[in-house]
């Protein structure tokens, strides 16, 4: 049987320390939307608040090795490929602007 530690430590309202047995991780946002950075990655993660749908995308921060000679470079993407993905985030930060500035009436 394995055994988990995480422990956050609020700093203020959208910035938080993340401690686990991996390392320290440092995450910035708000419900809905997150921006996490630590043991040399970045992760991103935005969602539908209280639906329990989410999108998550992990994007190392270090530089990627050469690819060797007999092998071909990965072909890049076009510009508009995650289109969906910035779409979903608009809806979600228009969201928690209404529902938020709702809240606090």
Known sequence: MG??????????PGL???LSRGGVSTSVGTRGAWLTLGRGRVRTTVGLPGSGLSYTSTTPTHQQP???PQEEPPQ???PHHHWWF???LLVIVVLVLIYGGAAGR
């Open 3 to 12: 055994f988990r530690f995480q422990r956050r430590i609020r700093i203020f």
């Open 16 to 18: 938080r320390i993340n």
């Open 66 to 68: 050469e690819p060797h």
């Open 76 to 78: 890049p993407r076009g």
């Open 86 to 88: 910035w779409a979903l």
